[in-house]
């Protein structure tokens, strides 16, 4: 899609993550002026700089959203035209058992961008929030369904949703909300063992383990391959149909668990060898309504799951399968998984 030249300095925050990273290539195409800059803030604890593309154009401050000096110090040596908050510790069920840390990057790191974006009178707050915000809520999820998470990063999220809200209201910040669900695809961190279970089930299908499975595996999921889910975050600022308006972004069509065991263990040529687990507290239907999205974005064609999946293990097969990381300061172990009590292997 075609955008209105302007020169501009963003910063995306996480940029150096799985979607920050196909975000800062999206921004990187759009027509827009030579002199145009991309400012990364990553903590690099779940992004690498191996994602980050070779272009003199981008800046990585490595740091935390968290740190509120480094942010406003941030905003004032680069005058930010555009922020895309891409930053979040994104593992909604272990987020029961680190509430703390949840809120402190999740939604304080969020207010900390929020207020120095409020001083420095930015054009659009791009913020990237999750279907995590609707709960169990009936199906399919339509931006009009009333909000009801039911777990710590659900409710972190939906905070800023709300935060950002006020902020236009009191102060004219300008934003979009992307709420996307189950993304998929190259680049994303394959060792986390928390979150992400495409790229769980496909590092443990090339270290040769069993793919694990809460539950009966009958719970269902619309999964959303990166590109087609980062273009529409990179045009908001650009598209005036977006300003202060949220959008649900990802895949129209769901399947189950033990489906999706099958498709990615077809990827890599192999029969899939299942470890069923004891059953987590999780929403088992989620799929989300995305005619809004569509209508203002215009994208081009959905990936079908089989061809995404494809490609995701085709880049997977480039890199070395990787021991599962541990998350080291779990908070609360009352119900914690017995699967997530384990050391690293």
């Known amino acids: 899609m075609k955008v209105a030249r302007a020169p501009a300095t963003c910063l995306v925050t996480g940029g150096a993550g799985f979607i920050g990273a196909h975000v800062v290539r999206e921004i990187l195409d759009l027509d ?3 002199k145009f800059c991309v400012v990364i803030l990553d903590d690099l604890t779940g992004g690498f700089r191996d994602n980050l593309p070779d272009d003199s154009r981008v800046i990585l401050v490595e740091g935390s959203v968290a740190d509120a000096n480094l942010v406003d110090q941030l905003f004032r040596q680069y005058e930010f035209d555009f922020v895309y908050h891409l930053a979040a510790y994104a593992a909604e069920g272990l987020s029961h ?14 207010v900390n961008l929020i207020n120095a974006s409020v001083r420095h009178r930015i054009q659009r707050f791009v913020f990237t929030s999750s279907i995590a915000v609707y709960g169990s809520a009936q199906v399919p999820m339509t931006e009009s369904t009333v909000p009801g998470p039911e777990d710590p990063y659900g409710i972190a999220k939906y905070a800023v949703e709300l935060d950002l809200k006020a902020a236009h209201h009191l102060f004219g910040l300008e934003y979009t909300v992307f709420r996307p669900h189950n993304v998929y695809g190259e680049f994303q961190n394959i060792a986390d063992r928390y979150r992400n279970v495409v790229g769980i089930f496909m590092n443990r299908i090339m270290r040769g383990e069993p793919l694990p499975i809460f539950g009966t595996g009958e719970q269902t999921r619309a999964f959303s391959y990166i590109g087609d889910v980062a273009p529409g975050i990179a045009q908001a600022p650009f598209l005036e149909q977006s300003r202060n308006q949220v959008f649900n972004v990802g895949a129209d069509q769901p399947i189950s668990i033990n489906d999706l065991a099958r498709t990615v263990a077809a990827a ?25 999205f569509r209508e203002v974005f215009q994208p081009a064609a959905e990936v079908p799951l089989v061809d995404g999946i494809r490609r995701m293990a085709a880049w997977a097969e480039t890199i070395e399968p990787r021991p599962g990381t541990v998350f080291s300061d779990i908070e609360v172990t009352r119900n914690l998984p017995d699967s997530w009590q384990q050391s690293s292997d």
């Open 32 to 34: 827009v002026d030579e």
């Open 97 to 110: 058992f680190i509430r703390r840390f949840n809120y402190t990057n999740n939604l304080i790191g969020s």
């Open 268 to 292: 890599f040529h192999v029969d899939p060898v299942i470890e069923y687990l004891p059953a987590r507290e999780e929403v088992v239907t989620v799929w989300a309504d995305h005619a809004r």
